[in-house]
Each structure stands twice: as structure tokens, then as C-alpha cells.
């Protein structure tokens, strides 16, 4: 079993859409978790760090579940910029990332 | 400031060269990391250095071998390379090891 594991995608929306992603992770002593977005041949850029209480960010909510051990991404009115592979990041001793979901919004 | 610098952006190399990428940051950060990234892959970590030493070794092959200098430069020696080496190679920093990570644009490096 991977350790980080993501809906593997890709996920086609349109404008507006709201659209959410799904992460799991094998080793329960992980402390920290975070979500990147990476454009195409560019590197992956934080996009929010997840907390247990679960946190907002504008358009992007970011849930943590310790008990059943995954994370989830919400990505509310999908602008055609949001665009781009979502990768989930687990910390549990050093940073593992999911394979990632690759995200279209179209108009 | 989050920025991390990496050069070269773009490095071709045949097999039997020696080379280095090198990254560098600013904002203070204690950690720094090597990884590498193929075509439609997530990043797979290669090194990871705290407080300057090496922490994290991921059974990476001998023809790659880091170096840090100071804490706000990061080396990557290459030498001897095969083709599947070809990849993106990005360098990363953080404040600590488990804080979230800041990455450099990579050098995108072509072994032929």
C-alpha cells in the first residue's frame, strides 16, 4: 500500500463547479499535511497547509481526518486557473507526496 | 520572501561529464531537500539536510552526491549519469523538517 494515496483523476469541471479532492495516508504517527498544486513543468507551489480544526482559504477549504486518516481539498466556483495537478503532501518524519489528481476547469 | 534559486534551469549532459546544480535560498531555512521529479510523477525525495547535515539519504545512487556548504546554498554533483537520470531536479527548503516546503523552478536536466 502507497503511503499517500489520491483519486487518481483526472477531473474535468466546469466554471463554477465545485469540486472535491480525497487523500488517505498509511502511517498515523504523520503530524503535518498540506496540499501543492503544480502547473504543468513547473514546480509545485503550496497551496495551504491542513490543520485539525480544518481551515479556509477563499474559494479552497482544507479538512483533516485523523481518526480515519485522510485529508480532503474543496475547491468552490472552479475558475478556469485553477487548472493544474493537486498533490497531497503527508509529513511523518519527512515529506511523502501523493501521485497527485489533475484538475480542468473548462468554460 | 519565499523564493528559492536553482541553476541551471536547463542542463544537457552526456554520460561520461561532470556537472553540478545548484540551489540557494534566503529566508533563514534549516532544511533543504533534493528531489526529483519525471513526467507525470509526483517529486520523489533524494536527500534531505538539517542544520546542514545530512539527514535523509534515499538509497539514491552514487553518481548523484550532495553538498552543503552554508545553510543557504545546496549542491547536487552529477557525474556519470545514465539516460533515465533525465528528470526535473528540484530543490526545496523549509523552516525545519515537517514545516511546509518552498520549492525552486528545477533544472530540467537532459542526460544523453
Known amino acids: 500500500r502507497k503511503e499517500v494515496e489520491q483519486d487518481p483523476g483526472p477531473f474535468n469541471v466546469p466554471e463554477g463547479a465545485t469540486v472535491a479532492f480525497n487523500c488517505t495516508y498509511s502511517?498515523?504517527?504523520?503530524?503535518?499535511f498540506f496540499w501543492y498544486r503544480q502547473d504543468c513543468r513547473k514546480e509545485p507551489k503550496l497551496l495551504m497547509s491542513?490543520?485539525?480544526s480544518g481551515n479556509e482559504d477563499g474559494r479552497f477549504t482544507a479538512q483533516l481526518n485523523r481518526a480515519s486518516q485522510y485529508i480532503s481539498l474543496l475547491i468552490r466556483d472552479s475558475k478556469l486557473s485553477d487548472s493544474a495537478t493537486y498533490l497531497c503532501?503527508?509529513?511523518?518524519?519527512?515529506?511523502?507526496f501523493g501521485a497527485g489528481t489533475r484538475l480542468t476547469v473548462k468554460p | 520572501d519565499t523564493e528559492v534559486t536553482q541553476t541551471p534551469k536547463h542542463l544537457v549532459m552526456g554520460m561520461t561529464n561532470k556537472k553540478s546544480l545548484k540551489c540557494e535560498q534566503h529566508?533563514?531555512?534549516?532544511?533543504m531537500y533534493w528531489y526529483k521529479q519525471k513526467a507525470k510523477k509526483p517529486p520523489e525525495l533524494m536527500f534531505v539536510?538539517?542544520?546542514?547535515?545530512?539527514?535523509i539519504n534515499e538509497s539514491v545512487p552514487s553518481r548523484f552526491s550532495p553538498e552543503c556548504p552554508n545553510s543557504s546554498l545546496l549542491n547536487l554533483h552529477l557525474h556519470a549519469l545514465q539516460p533515465e537520470d533525465s528528470a526535473l531536479y528540484l530543490c526545496?527548503?523549509?523552516?525545519?523538517?515537517?514545516?511546509?516546503?518552498?520549492f525552486g523552478p528545477g533544472t530540467r536536466l537532459t542526460v544523453t
Open positions: 529566508m533563514g531555512h534549516r532544511a
Open positions: 491542513v490543520y485539525s
Open positions: 526545496a527548503s523549509s523552516q525545519g523538517k515537517g514545516y511546509e516546503q518552498y
Open positions: 503532501v503527508v509529513n511523518g518524519g519527512d515529506m511523502r
Open positions: 539536510y538539517s542544520y546542514e547535515k545530512l539527514s
Open positions: 502511517n498515523s504517527a504523520s503530524q503535518s
